[in-house]
């Protein structure tokens, strides 16, 4: 009843530690972190101020090594869009971007902080744009924001490593993040195509498509070298 104020994730940073996150709204652009002190039954707020008109989104992690947390975000960001018709003309139009990544100290200090629209945008316009059920990516409304493109719905610290991997829900693909260099890595899935090693459901379908391969996936993590493991709902309706 309280929705957009609502604890969305939480995540242990020690075995009696919690740290939750609570989505906010565009209104009141602070994001919020509660840090759950299970032994002592107490909690303590921490906010901090974002970029205008962000809110948090899904996932964060912890590292207990550097007591800092990763957060994910969404906001509006314009973006240049070519013809997607006989009629149709390039404009420039916003969309609700959720590929936003944010560490922050408990103590409501940034961190860094980076966007993901222009390492993936030039690439979704060449392969995914062409393709889409959508006629007009300025207008569609898919998950309750108009023109959430690739949804950025999870993230997993690979402490060890210092690496990020992502699941970008709305384009069937993970990526994997140097935290160091704030560069990608790899990228894998719709956004560049797949390679398939076997045949894919049904058996009988020809050729390849949108629907091939995982689609609306969450969660992507590292299980063993160069093996991942993710949850594909199988079907995503703005694909």
């Excluded at 059920?133 to 108009?146: E, H, L, M, P």
């Excluded at 693909?173 to 049904?202: A, E, M, N």
């Amino acid at each position: 009843n309280n929705w957009p104020l609502r604890v969305h994730t939480c995540r242990n940073m020690q075995a009696a530690l919690l740290v939750c996150a609570q989505e906010g709204e565009y209104l009141n652009p602070v994001f919020t972190l509660f840090v759950y002190n299970l032994t002592q039954g107490s909690v303590s707020k921490v906010a901090f101020p974002v970029a205008q008109w962000h809110i948090l989104h899904h996932d964060l992690q912890v590292n207990p090594r550097t007591q800092t947390v990763l957060l994910l975000s969404q906001g509006p960001q314009q973006v240049t869009v070519p013809p997607q018709g006989l009629d149709s003309q390039e404009r420039r139009c916003l969309i609700i971007d959720t590929g936003f990544i944010t560490e922050v100290t408990l103590s409501g200090r940034v961190v860094w902080s980076m966007e993901l629209l222009p390492l993936l945008w030039p690439a979704y316009v060449r392969h995914l744009l062409p393709q889409v059920g959508c006629k007009d990516v300025c207008s569609c409304r898919i998950s309750g924001a108009i023109g959430d493109i690739f949804h950025l719905n999870g993230v997993n610290w690979d402490i060890e490593e210092d690496l990020l991997y992502i699941s970008l829900r709305h384009i069937g693909t993970i990526g994997c993040i140097d935290r160091r260099t704030k560069l990608l890595r790899w990228l894998v899935g719709h956004l560049h195509g797949f390679k398939y090693l076997g045949p894919t459901s049904p058996p009988a379908q020809t050729g390849r498509s949108l629907t091939d391969g995982f689609l609306s996936i969450h969660d992507v993590s590292k299980v063993g070298p160069n093996r991942y493991v993710l949850f594909s709902n199988g079907n995503d309706k703005w694909n």
